[in-house]
């Protein structure tokens, strides 16, 4: 990720923040619209999920700059997903779910180069919790 990039993130993540619970709604509304096999993944209490949703990514793009410094609470994050029964293909839609959450909160000030930008980011973190899942448990 190129140091603009980065920038793209943070600066459409500040605009997000405040209205952070009404975008993780939209989130999990177009998730499981797309993905209706994906919602009986979701057995907790989704206001809390939403907010865990929400902490995460805030996280996240805090940390683009050292982003090799989160790499194990990312793939730590991916292997406790195999337990949840997430499998690779879904992430797909949950990154589908995400720009189109984006695109829908930041309207016009979600330009290309965003999409480019969050896509890029999402799919080191995706590769990365996918990765860390796949691997062979320690003995």
Do not use: C
């Amino acid at each position: 990720m190129t140091d603009e990039q980065i920038a793209l993130i943070q600066e459409s993540w500040a605009q997000v923040e405040p209205i952070s619970d009404t975008a993780a709604q939209l989130f999990y509304d177009r998730l499981f619209q797309t993905a209706p096999q994906v919602r009986p993944l979701f057995t907790s209490d989704m206001a809390e999920q939403r907010r865990k949703l929400m902490a995460m990514i805030g996280m996240v793009v805090k940390a683009l700059p050292r982003l090799t410094e989160i790499v194990p609470n990312i793939q730590r994050l991916g292997r406790r997903h195999v337990e949840y029964g997430v499998t690779p293909q879904h992430y797909a839609v949950v990154g589908d779910a995400l720009l189109w959450t984006l695109e829908q909160g930041l309207g016009e000030g979600f330009t290309p180069a965003h999409e480019e930008a969050w896509t890029a980011a999402y799919m080191i973190l995706a590769d990365t919790m996918i990765a860390a899942a796949e691997e062979p448990l320690a003995a």
